[in-house]
């Protein structure tokens, strides 16, 4: 079935690094994908997404690039902020009723 | 997109006991879902919510446990039944406006944190 991997945290880094959090997906077909972000204390929230092969989508200064032929999403911020912090999750939707299946989650903690 | 409110948002319960968690979303929307998220794991699907219809349950979730409604297009409730202090988890809805297709984002609520003794 569908699955979506993600690196392990808690990914700790200082203020104005560059970040990286590796996502890798198993789907049939050609699934949407989808980044999170949760908050401390908060719900969930788009952070980007992406729905076909070689797609980059961007938001907050947050890329992420569909490459098919590493089934990967990998997401990159080029200067991250303490107010960053957060717990970032990948996601994918194939064609299951438009469910989504989510990582394991990735904490990011930004230090001053 | 859409905006998204549960009630409550946090309860402590005692075992045995039940709770009903509502989600009211401000527009009509195809597709309503609820997920638990365990403490500090990720989300999982417990079923979609159908309006008029029976909830479809993913893989070791079943009714009698996780009763869900959805008597219209903008509300749904789940009740999480005789708890034990393993289903203390946030409960999360979430919607989304295309109905079986994927590519469409689902908007979350702000999420029902319970605590079961």
């Known amino acids: 079935g569908n699955s979506v991997t993600q690196m392990e945290g808690p990914v700790t880094l200082s203020e104005e690094a560059f970040l990286t959090i590796n996502c890798t997906y198993t789907?049939?077909?050609?699934?949407?994908l989808f980044w999170y972000v949760q908050y401390p204390g908060e719900g969930l929230q788009l952070l980007l997404k992406a729905t076909k092969a070689d797609d980059k989508g961007s938001n907050k200064g947050f890329e992420a690039t569909y490459r098919k032929e590493t089934t990967s999403f990998h997401l990159e911020k080029g200067s991250v902020q303490v107010s960053d912090s957060a717990v970032y999750f990948c996601a994918l939707s194939g064609n299951q009723g438009g469910k989504l299946i989510f990582g394991q989650g990735t904490e990011l903690s930004v230090k001053p | 997109s859409a905006v998204i409110s549960q009630k409550p948002s946090r309860d402590i319960c005692q075992r045995g006991t039940s709770l009903t968690i509502q989600c009211q979303v401000d527009s009509q929307v195809t597709m309503m879902f609820w997920y638990r998220q365990q403490p500090g794991q990720s989300l999982t699907l417990i079923a979609t919510a159908n309006q008029g219809s029976e909830a479809t349950y993913e893989s070791g979730f079943v009714i009698d446990k996780f009763p869900i409604s959805r008597p219209n297009l903008t509300f749904s409730t789940l009740t999480v039944s005789n708890m034990s202090p393993e289903d203390s988890s946030i409960y999360l809805c979430?919607?989304?406006?295309?109905?079986?297709?994927?590519?469409?984002?689902?908007?979350f609520g702000p999420g029902t944190r319970l605590t079961v003794l």
């Open positions: 979430s919607v989304s406006n295309l109905a079986g297709k994927h590519g469409n984002e689902q908007f």
């Open positions: 789907a049939t077909g050609y699934p949407s």
